[in-house]
């Protein structure tokens, strides 16, 4: 059974930092990207990050470029989002997949195979 399960979100002050983690099992972890998205309330759910062993990538949209750090552990099949200097905007569930690199688009990683259930990060003034 294929499961990817995020932890680590919570209530942050505006400013503060934030780790979250990807527990992945069930399918062989190299074989994919993992990526982070995230949905905000009224708005479509974005890709921010995304990270790929098998190619040694990594990619961050606009929005989160210089904050916020993607990391893996593969002895641990375990993707980290390491989320810094947060501020209201970043209020969101967030959602780690597996995804299918596809090095045809500018960000390549927006074509998921497989979702977690999401966890919810709410920054506050």
């Known amino acids: 059974e294929v499961q990817l399960v995020e932890s680590g979100g919570g209530l942050v002050q505006a400013g503060g930092s934030l780790r979250l983690s990807c527990a992945t099992s069930?399918?062989?972890?190299?074989?994919?990207?993992i990526a982070w998205f995230r949905q905000a309330p009224g708005k479509e759910r974005e890709g921010i990050a995304c990270?790929?062993?098998?190619?040694?990538?990594?990619y961050y949209r606009d929005s989160v470029r210089g904050r916020f750090i993607i990391s893996s552990d593969n002895a641990k099949n375990t993707v980290y989002l390491q989320m810094n200097s947060l501020n209201p905007e970043d209020t969101a569930v967030y959602y780690c997949?597996?995804?299918?690199?596809?090095?045809?688009?500018?960000?390549?990683?927006?074509?998921?195979?497989?979702w977690g259930q999401g966890t919810q990060v709410t920054v506050s003034l």
């Open positions: 997949a597996a995804v299918v690199w596809n090095w045809a688009r500018d960000y390549p990683c927006l074509d998921p195979a497989y």
């Open positions: 069930g399918f062989t972890f190299t074989d994919y990207a």
């Open positions: 990270i790929s062993s098998n190619y040694d990538s990594r």
